[in-house]
């Protein structure tokens, strides 16, 4: 059966990107909204962007309300910033959050309505086009369509898709991303890492995704630590964009198992970064999937060196569960409790959280068969 593989447009990606970029701006409109957050100008990343479009001569308004993770008010207000100012593109500066906005945004300008009635569906239409400039090395969301949103009336965050929703134009400038704060660095980067292991394990895997998924894991183990630990070496910044990259085309075509579905309704309800949540749960969901994909695991295992071809699958994918685990502990990732989330407040939601990590269809991806009882059974041990 034939595939469909998508990728954005353009990408360009390594040192000076956007140097090399900036003509194509032209190509996209004559001005532009930049969809961003206050944390951009304060660190003179926006003064970087606006000075390159000012040379070629593009127009811009700035929305810097992004603020933490996207919600439908920020998107409502985005929205009229762009419709208020006559852009007729947009570019987006900053981590997952300000790509996924920008993508909403787009999604709305062209079709109307609020965000939440696309929950569900595929959104279609012509949007305007839409340049992702990333700052952190983790979501991929500027190799994806996908947008993540949360709807404030309900306490859900909401998985949106569609094609149109892609990049027209992805800037990878490891520049960007050498003031990312140890934590962050973290925290986006075992999100990619997140990425790329859903989606080699997926049922929907694919081979050209499966290239760009181990690519994208062997790139993180070598390089997050360093990262991490040294967050002014280019070499390690510079690996991990083009890793987050890498992951982000493979789960795009992919798609994402039972850690990304069962994360989601923790960020919603506890307001935990989505990195973190995915990085709290990878233990227990990796411990749960892991019997009915030991051949890919193993495989994972094998290719970033912690186990060879003398141990059988099962045996070399326990081997890369242990690694899994000790990456994490090396970039203190808290548990629940550690992170201030209350037990009882948990287990009181847990029933909800199990319904919507089901309902977003990302558990159903995993090859081991997912069900309710499966959720409830490793939220509970997230408190073990």
Known sequence: MGREFIMPEQIVTGAQALETAKTKFGTLGSKALIVTDEVMRQLGNLDVLTKVLEEEGIAYEVFAGISGEPTDVMIEAGLAAYQSTGCDFLIALGGGSPIDS?????????NGGSISDYM??????????????????????EATQFTIITDTKKDIKMLLKGAVLMPNLAIIDPQFTMTAPPKITAATGLDALTHAMEAYTSRKAQ???????????????????????????????EQM???ALEAGIAFNNASVTIVHGMSRPIGALFHVAHGISNAMLLK???????????????????EIG??????????????????????????EIPTLAEYGIDKEAFFAVMDKMAEDALASGSPANTQKEVGLEDVKQIYRNLWK
Do not use: Q
């Open 207 to 237: 081979p050209l995704s499966d290239v760009f998924a181990l690519s994208a894991v062997k790139r993180i183990f070598t390089y997050l630590p360093t990262a991490f630990h040294e967050g002014s070496n280019g070499k390690a910044r």
């Open 241 to 243: 964009s083009i890793a």
């Open 284 to 302: 227990e969901c990796f411990s749960f999937a892991l019997d009915g994909a030991y051949e890919r695991f193993g495989i994972m295992g094998r």
């Open 120 to 141: 569900g569906k595929v959104i279609g239409g012509k949007l305007p086009p839409m340049a992702a400039i990333p700052t952190t090395a983790g979501t991929g969301s």
């Open 102 to 110: 920008m993508k909403a945004i787009a999604a709305l300008a062209a």
């Open 306 to 331: 912690v186990a060879d071809e003398k141990d059988s699958d099962e045996a070399a994918s326990k081997k890369f569960l242990e690694a899994v685990i000790g990456i994490c502990k090396e970039l």
